[in-house]
């Protein structure tokens, strides 16, 4: 039988960048190739994302096109998954343009769902589980360039954040064995690649715990996993506040290959509104943390999330949000408005009652303050020296390349002799709010 083709589309975080992977590690077993050109495809999937409303509109505008693929070439499947699947389930049916439903649990399924497929009898599978860790899959990498790669060292999530509809879209946090971890980022390394950023929801709360392996907890692992090669760079994503500890500042401090950058979500500057939100730190808590941060390694970016206009925000609530970015001095920041996800804590016991252009003016007020810090915190790098993870050619030009620095800053620089993989020392001559424009060392 002669192989099939499968094309997916990924929405989202890198989770589900890290489960696309996944999905066609899965169903290369079964007989298909990834291919980019939708039109070639047999199967077409959309990995999705219920993080915000207007995330899921735009997956139903992607399913009318894809009926409309359907209709040029009948026989090809159409599948939702990823966190739309698993939030609204059969209800993904009702339009009849929908050939399977899989959770992002049910990943390991998806041959038999595709097998099963009739017309007029599409498939669902949105059981959660409590193991399902992927542990044993070896992704097929879909990065662009072989130099830097997800790795997904967790699932799921335990905090119940008011606001949040992952606890219910990915189901109870769990740890993958750290010896797989350690396997996939070994191999990583030998196949040539330079960068790992290790994933989950609260990776603060990584804990794997075996009779050969001990306890370990995710300042173990991030060493374990540093430690494979100092050509190997290390990232990690998403830090929670209330529990990045001591030992993992100091963990990442005492390793250069560590990059120093650190996602730390702070969402509002305002104690009641984070109490609301069910963050559990204060904004003192938060203070102290960045604070430690910044003893321990003077060089550390941090970047935040940042939700304007959430469930009964005051004026005063929103100027705490900007108070607290000037006092961190955030090099980046990921901005949205609030936006009820239905069966969420808040969604129940909360009205959405910020009207939508006072939150359109105070996340407009957010972005135009982060523009000036990330402006300030990249001309505070003017002058100075760093080691850069070549990516490849810069978008301006042929004659120039880009990469980031360990602190995550998109730098660009002429030089036509390195190649993507390459570390190259660069001094920064000048800036733009975007980019570290720099020179060859
Ligand atoms: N696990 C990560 C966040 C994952 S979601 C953490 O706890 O930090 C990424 C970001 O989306 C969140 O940090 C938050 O800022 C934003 N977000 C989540 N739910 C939202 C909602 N209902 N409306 C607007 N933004 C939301
Ligand atoms: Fe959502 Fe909170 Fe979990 Fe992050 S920690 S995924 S914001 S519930
Ligand atoms: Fe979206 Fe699911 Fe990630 S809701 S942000 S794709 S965990």
Request: with cysteine; net charge negative; aromatic share 6%.
């Amino acid at each position: 039988m002669g192989r099939k083709k499968l094309y997916i589309e990924t929405y989202g975080c890198q989770m589900n960048v890290s489960d696309t992977e996944v999905i066609f590690a899965i169903m290369a077993r079964h007989g298909y190739d990834r291919t980019d050109d939708i039109s070639a495809a047999d199967i077409i999937l959309a990995n999705t994302c219920s993080i915000r409303d207007n995330a899921e509109q735009r997956i139903h505008g992607r399913i009318e096109q894809f009926a409309k693929e359907k209709k040029q070439r009948p026989g090809v499947i159409v599948g939702i998954v990823g966190c739309m699947a698993e939030r609204l389930k059969e209800a993904l049916l009702d339009s009849g343009k929908v050939d399977i439903v899989a959770g992002p649990d049910s990943y390991r399924n998806l041959p038999n769902l595709v097998e099963a497929v009739r017309p007029g009898h599409p498939q669902i599978d949105v059981m959660l589980s409590h193991e399902e860790t992927y542990a044993d899959i070896s992704p097929v990498r879909t990065d662009k360039n072989g130099v830097s790669a997800f790795v997904s060292i967790m699932r799921g999530c335990n905090n119940v954040c008011s606001y949040c509809v992952v606890p219910y879209t990915r189901g109870a946090e769990r740890s993958r064995d750290s010896r797989t971890i350690v396997r996939e980022v070994c191999e990583l390394h030998a196949a040539g690649y330079k960068e790992v950023t290790l994933l989950g929801q609260n990776v603060d709360s990584y804990l794997y715990k075996s009779e050969e392996t001990g306890t370990v907890d995710f300042a173990d692992l991030l060493a374990m996993v540093a430690d494979v090669s100092p050509e190997l760079r290390i990232r990690f994503s998403t830090s929670h506040p209330k529990d990045i500890s001591d030992k993992l500042i100091e963990t990442m401090a005492s390793r250069s290959n560590i990059c120093r950058c650190i996602h730390l979500p702070v969402q509002s500057g305002s104690d009641r509104m984070l109490e609301k939100m069910r963050r559990r730190y204060s904004r003192e808590w938060y203070l102290g943390r960045v604070a430690k941060i910044r003893k321990e390694m003077p060089d550390c970016a941090i970047t935040t999330d940042i939700i304007a206009g959430f469930c009964s925000e005051t004026e005063q609530d929103h100027k705490d949000t900007l108070s607290i970015m000037e006092e961190v001095r955030y090099d980046y920041a990921y901005m949205f408005q609030y936006s009820e996800r239905p069966g969420t804590l808040a969604a129940r016991n909360y009205p959405d009652d910020v009207p939508p252009e006072v939150k359109t003016r105070r996340l407009n007020e957010i972005i135009e303050l982060q523009n000036r810090l990330g402006l300030e915190s990249n001309k505070r790098d003017v002058g100075k020296t760093f080691t850069v993870l070549v990516e490849g050619p810069s978008k301006r030009s042929a004659d120039e390349l880009c990469g980031r620095a360990s602190n995550n800053k998109m730098c660009v620089f002429p030089d036509k002799e390195h190649k993507a993989g390459d570390y190259v020392d660069v001094e920064v001559l000048s800036c733009t709010s975007a980019t570290l424009i720099c020179k060859l060392v």
